[in-house]
């Protein structure tokens, strides 16, 4: 009989040795960020990727934004193949990073491919696999330890999540950010071991009916990325709000049974705890991810302190990671359901 969670568990458990590797990979690409994050001839960089490497993709160009101080934007990879003209004009010059943890999705290999005869968009790309069709397609960035034999992603995610952060801060010259990402990878195993025990206490002692991720800038593709780990594992309901729209209409579902997690920035952090009250006031059990727990973080239901409260809001968001990927995990397990292998879904989508 198959041992549920036999590949998720260890996978999500051994996430800093994948950063490890993949700051060790980037290393050797310093002519990748040259070639393509400091190039001068762009206008624009889009991120673009299917299901979880899109939400990545939300990230990575909100960290470009922030650090590089370059346009950036992220769609899902079929909105780039099929709708190109919302997404690009004739009047920019484009690079365009297609996110893949195989390297295979159709979708982004598509997409990509319908830009080889635009003169005005050059192609690159991040994965795990280097003798994946993206990466033959496309120059790509390598995570080597973010390989997986899970159908959901989890160290694949946060390690080349990582590596693009680490690629731009690299590329804006930015010492401090360079240190700042430096840091997450060194404290990444302990926010690993911390977040294993703090959530299966949390699942063990609590029956949730709904699930609810909140958060604001990079943060939010994290979110997105976090309801459907849970989705995909265990099959609860999920949704995923940027911390103060989900005030605006979507808190009315919000009862006694809901979970509500919210992954704090300390940028708007009196703001998001506002909001986090309120829906608190409604019957939900709130839990907060927090870089520190402090007097204004004690109404909450529970609080995983994950620190790096001196780092930026960008560069910790790859250590909300661990805790979201445990919660998936745990609850799937909670309710015998295996997580490896999720019903309905395969690790490569091919149309």
Not at 68 to 91: C, H, I, N, V
Not at 238 to 253: C, D, I, N, Q, W
Not at 259 to 268: G, H, K, P, R, T
Request: with cysteine.
């Amino acid at each position: 009989m198959t041992k549920f969670g036999q590949f998720t568990y260890p996978e999500i458990s051994a996430q800093a040795d994948a950063l490890q590797a993949a700051w060790a990979q980037l290393e050797q690409q310093q002519d990748w960020i040259q070639s393509y994050l400091l190039n001068p001839a762009y206008d624009e960089i889009i991120f673009i990727g299917s299901g979880s490497s899109y939400y990545q993709a939300l990230s990575m160009a909100s960290t470009c934004r922030a650090w590089l101080g370059k346009s950036a934007s992220a769609y899902p990879s079929s909105e780039l193949f099929l709708f190109r003209s919302q997404a690009m004009t004739d009047q920019r010059r484009y690079l365009v990073i297609g996110v893949s943890r195989s390297g295979e999705s159709s979708e982004v290999i598509l997409a990509l491919e319908s830009l080889r005869d635009v003169p005005n968009a050059d192609t690159a790309g991040i994965s795990c696999y280097e003798d994946s069709r993206l990466a033959q397609l496309a120059p790509c960035l390598i995570s080597p330890l973010g390989k997986e034999k899970s159908t959901v992603m989890t160290k694949s995610f946060s390690s080349m999540t990582f590596m693009m952060q680490a690629a731009i801060a690299k590329a804006a010259g930015n010492e401090e950010r360079i240190r700042e990402m430096e840091r997450v990878m060194k404290a990444d195993e302990d926010v690993v071991s911390r977040s294993d025990a703090f959530i299966r206490k949390l699942v063990d002692g609590h029956d949730f009916n709904k699930y609810i991720y909140l958060g604001m800038g990079t943060a939010y593709g994290i979110s997105l990325e976090a309801c459907l780990k849970v989705k995909e594992m265990s099959y609860v309901w999920t949704e995923a709000y940027g911390t103060l729209e989900f005030r605006h209409g979507p808190k009315s579902v919000v009862e006694p049974g809901t979970l509500v997690c919210l992954l704090l920035s300390e940028q708007a952090r009196s703001y998001e705890l506002k909001a986090a009250k309120e829906m608190q006031e409604y019957g939900a059990f709130v839990l907060l991810l927090t870089a520190r727990e402090g007097e204004d973080t004690a109404f909450a239901d529970a609080v995983l302190d994950i620190g790096g409260a001196d780092l930026s809001d960008d560069a910790r968001s790859v250590l909300y990671l661990p805790a979201l990927q445990y919660l998936g995990y745990y609850t799937a397990m909670k309710r015998g359901v295996n997580p490896d292998t999720p019903r309905n879904l395969t690790q490569v989508v091919i149309i």
